[in-house]
């Protein structure tokens, strides 16, 4: 009997559990529909990984090198472009903070217009151009960064495009170093130019000079026998009138002879200096009164400037030295600045001018000061005014050669002439002679 129960008790409990098995089976999912979830889980995960992979080689190929920095500032990751740019392995980068690729301008030799790639820059999307880092070698590189801001996560990471830029900065450079030497060489080139023209002209005005010597050693020749003949005459007029003026030989026909034969003297004078001049002979020097020199100037022009309404203003140093020089020659001086004085004046068309004359010491020299109120010059022929054959008057009226000789002339006495003028407002001859140029120095 107590068999039986058990018998019974055990069927029950495997009815049970049959029952249970049944109802979980009719609650359970179809056996495939496990199978799909995981095929379709097996697929995503292949897909990304494929997808993973082509970014990592599309990343590690770009020409261009890229990193990516966290917003602390530390390296996320590089590309191997920017691996040899920096001459860093990746491993040495990711987590070091971006600072390490920063030069620093007391130890990094940083090019002009040139920044260094800092944090604060990288944290700022946009592009910057000729930038500078440092690489591992401590060598500084050039480059072009493009900035962007990307989301990854909870991160916002700094996407950094940097291409390098060196050696096509340096040839820029290189180029526009180039093009400036080759634009001096240039400016050199007509400056050479010039100064072969100038050259030649004066070559050929030397040509003129040597003709015109040739010409004036003759016209000197031929002029000594006429002036010598107005010499005779006037003082064998002068012999006649003092004969029959007795008592008055000093009235204006006598003053008139003697100075036709005072100037017929002058003249010999200078045709004898034009005559030394040609010949470079030995010149006569003595101690000359540098007043009485200038008197015999005036003098010489005193009619032109009375006709001309030009009035000289005079001041002269009292016992003013004498000045060891050729008398003939210190008076042609002053002569040539007085005409082109009175033609300045003339040229300005008012009917009227001065002169001033100053003279005053200065240590061992003499400083002669001549100006006027005439019409001025402007640079270009301040410049040249004491070249041979430059001259700005009409045909006729000058040959430019006054400026010229009178510039050799005191250069010989070791002394120096120096012109200030405007257009306008007249022209300051200064010039500075030395009492004896034997003893300079």
């Given at each position: 009997m107590?068999?039986?129960?058990?018998k019974?008790?055990?069927v029950?409990s495997f009815?049970?559990?049959?029952?249970a098995?049944?109802e979980l089976?009719?609650?359970?999912p179809?056996?495939?529909?496990?199978?799909?979830?995981?095929i379709a889980d097996?697929s995503?995960?292949r897909?990304?990984?494929?997808?993973?992979g082509?970014?990592?080689?599309i990343?590690d190929?770009?020409?261009?090198?890229i990193?990516?920095?966290?917003?602390?500032g530390?390296?996320?990751?590089l590309?191997?472009?920017a691996e040899?740019?920096t001459?860093?392995m990746?491993?040495?980068?990711?987590?070091?903070?971006f600072?390490?690729?920063?030069p620093i301008p007391?130890k990094?030799?940083?090019?002009?217009?040139t920044?260094?790639?800092?944090?604060d820059?990288?944290?700022?999307?946009?592009?910057?151009?000729?930038?500078?880092?440092?690489r591992?070698?401590?060598?500084v590189?050039?480059v072009d960064v493009?900035?962007r801001q990307v989301?990854?996560?909870?991160?916002?990471?700094?996407?950094?495009?940097i291409r390098?830029v060196?050696?096509?900065?340096m040839m820029?450079?290189?180029l526009?170093?180039k093009?400036?030497?080759l634009?001096?060489a240039?400016f050199?080139l007509?400056k050479n130019?010039?100064?072969?023209?100038s050259?030649?002209e004066?070559l050929?005005q030397?040509?003129?000079?040597?003709?015109?010597g040739?010409?004036?050693?003759?016209?000197a020749?031929?002029?000594?026998?006429?002036?010598?003949?107005i010499?005779?005459y006037?003082?064998e007029l002068?012999?006649?009138?003092?004969?029959?003026?007795e008592?008055a030989p000093?009235?204006?026909?006598?003053?008139?002879l003697?100075?036709?034969?005072?100037?017929?003297?002058k003249?010999k004078?200078?045709?004898?200096?034009?005559r030394t001049f040609i010949?470079?002979s030995?010149?006569?020097?003595?101690?000359t009164d540098?007043?009485g020199?200038?008197?015999?100037?005036?003098?010489?022009?005193?009619?032109q400037?009375?006709?001309?309404?030009i009035?000289?203003h005079r001041?002269?140093?009292q016992?003013l030295?004498?000045i060891?020089?050729?008398p003939?020659?210190?008076?042609?001086?002053?002569?040539n600045l007085?005409?082109?004085?009175?033609?300045?004046?003339?040229?300005t068309?008012r009917?009227?001018g001065?002169?001033w004359?100053?003279?005053?010491?200065?240590?061992?020299?003499v400083e002669i000061?001549?100006?006027?109120?005439?019409?001025?010059m402007?640079?270009?022929t301040k410049?040249?005014?004491?070249n041979p054959?430059?001259t700005?008057?009409?045909?006729g009226?000058g040959?430019g050669l006054?400026?010229?000789?009178?510039y050799?002339?005191?250069?010989?006495?070791?002394?120096?002439?120096?012109?200030?003028?405007?257009i306008?407002?007249?022209?300051q001859?200064r010039i500075?002679?030395?009492?004896?140029?034997?003893?300079?120095?």
């Amino acid at each position: 009997m107590r068999i039986a129960k058990k018998k019974l008790s055990v069927v029950a409990s495997f009815e049970a559990v049959a029952d249970a098995n049944a109802e979980l089976a009719s609650n359970a999912p179809p056996a495939d529909a496990f199978d799909r979830h995981e095929i379709a889980d097996i697929s995503i995960a292949r897909q990304s990984r494929e997808f993973a992979g082509k970014f990592q080689a599309i990343f590690d190929q770009a020409s261009d090198a890229i990193i990516t920095i966290l917003p602390d500032g530390k390296i996320d990751t590089l590309n191997q472009a920017a691996e040899e740019l920096t001459g860093f392995m990746r491993d040495e980068l990711v987590g070091q903070a971006f600072q390490s690729l920063v030069p620093i301008p007391a130890k990094h030799h940083v090019p002009d217009r040139t920044r260094p790639l800092t944090l604060d820059i990288l944290s700022k999307p946009g592009t910057y151009e000729e930038m500078a880092i440092v690489r591992k070698d401590g060598f500084v590189r050039l480059v072009d960064v493009s900035v962007r801001q990307v989301q990854s996560g909870k991160d916002l990471l700094s996407l950094a495009l940097i291409r390098d830029v060196t050696e096509k900065k340096m040839m820029e450079r290189e180029l526009i170093t180039k093009h400036g030497e080759l634009r001096n060489a240039y400016f050199q080139l007509e400056k050479n130019n010039a100064e072969l023209k100038s050259m030649q002209e004066t070559l050929v005005q030397a040509g003129k000079m040597a003709a015109l010597g040739e010409l004036a050693a003759g016209i000197a020749h031929e002029l000594n026998q006429p002036l010598q003949g107005i010499r005779g005459y006037a003082q064998e007029l002068e012999s006649i009138l003092g004969g029959q003026t007795e008592g008055a030989p000093d009235g204006p026909t006598s003053a008139a002879l003697k100075e036709i034969i005072s100037n017929v003297d002058k003249m010999k004078s200078i045709i004898g200096y034009l005559r030394t001049f040609i010949r470079k002979s030995t010149e006569d020097h003595e101690f000359t009164d540098v007043h009485g020199r200038i008197e015999e100037a005036f003098k010489m022009l005193a009619r032109q400037f009375a006709a001309r309404g030009i009035v000289v203003h005079r001041k002269y140093e009292q016992n003013l030295p004498a000045i060891y020089g050729n008398p003939l020659q210190i008076e042609q001086v002053f002569i040539n600045l007085a005409t082109n004085a009175r033609d300045a004046i003339e040229q300005t068309g008012r009917g009227s001018g001065n002169i001033w004359v100053t003279t005053r010491p200065h240590g061992d020299f003499v400083e002669i000061d001549f100006r006027d109120d005439g019409a001025g010059m402007d640079a270009r022929t301040k410049a040249k005014a004491f070249n041979p054959f430059f001259t700005t008057k009409e045909v006729g009226k000058g040959m430019g050669l006054g400026l010229s000789l009178s510039y050799g002339m005191i250069s010989k006495l070791h002394g120096s002439i120096v012109v200030e003028s405007e257009i306008g407002r007249g022209a300051q001859f200064r010039i500075r002679l030395p009492k004896d140029f034997r003893e300079l120095a």
